[in-house]
C-alpha cells in the first residue's frame, strides 16, 4: 500500500508513513556511569544510516535506547508524513543469537512461535507456510525453512533473523553488527540484500557496523560514535575523511575518495 507523500520540509520525500527519527540532546546511564550524553541525529526515510565508532563506544547502546530496552534522556521523535509524532513500528537484528545447536527448532517453528499460538508439534497450515515462504524470500532464504535452526551457517542465520524482522516491515529497522564473522562473499550479499530491501520499501535503516569498506560503499549517511557522543556525522565521504575518524581507525580515505570522483566525472563526459 502507498503511503502519502512526506510534507515535511526537513525530510525527502518518501512512500512511508515514518517521514524522519529525531534523536535531540540524547543521553544514556548505566549503574551511574554516563554512556552516551549529547547525542544529536535525524534519519530521513529510505536513508541507511551506518554507526561506527570504536569498541565500547555506546553504539549498541544507542540502539537499544531507540527501542525502548534502555531508559535515557533528551528527546526521542518519530515524525510521521503529516509532520506530528507517531510510534513506529521497529525491526531488529542482534549482533548474535546463542542457540542449542542440538535443538530440533527449524527456521518455520521460529517463524511460527512469533506470529501464532500454534504447538510446534501440530504442524502449520499451508498458509502459514507459504507466509513464512515469502518473508524468507525477501532475503533469498527460502529454500532454509525446514532447516533446524542449529545447522545453519553463520550467514544463513541473519538472513532468516533479517527476514523476521522483516515480518511485518517495519518503519525503521535496526542492525546491530547482524554480520559479525560472517566471511566476506557472506558480508557482501547481506549488505547488498539490505540495499535492495531499503530501496523496495522505503526503509529507515540504522547500521552498527565495524566493516567500513561496505559502510563507505552503502550507507548514505554515517555517524561517528566517540567519547560518549557522535563527534561528526555526514556523508561516507565527509566522515571517512574527518580527522577525528582517520586518527581512531588509522585509515586516510582520501585518496579512495578522490578516485571515485574522478571515475564518476569520467563516466560521466562519456556518456
Known sequence: MKHPKC????CKTCECNLCCTKINNFGVKRSGIEIL?????HIHCGDLTAVIGPNGAGKSTLLKAILGEISHTGELQ???ANNGITRPSMGYVPQKLDLDSTSPTSV???FAAAHT???IWVGYPKRIREGVRESLARTHGEHLINKRLGGLSGGELQRVLLALALD???HLLLLDEPVSGIDQKGLELFYQTVSTLRKNYDLSII???HDLNLVAEYA???AFVNNKTIECCGTPQEVFTNEKVIQTFGLDWSNRFQKDEKDRVANALMV
Not at 510534507?7 to 526537513?10: H, L, Y
Not at 550524553?37 to 541525529?41: E, G, Q, S
Open 7 to 10: 510534507v515535511n520540509s526537513e
Open 108 to 110: 518455520l517453528d521460529l
Open 37 to 41: 550524553k549529547d547525542v544529536n541525529l
Open 168 to 170: 511485518p516491515i517495519p
Open 207 to 209: 547500521l552498527v557496523s
Open 220 to 222: 548514505d549517511r554515517v
Open 117 to 119: 499460538n500454534i504447538p
Open 78 to 80: 518519530f515524525l510521521d
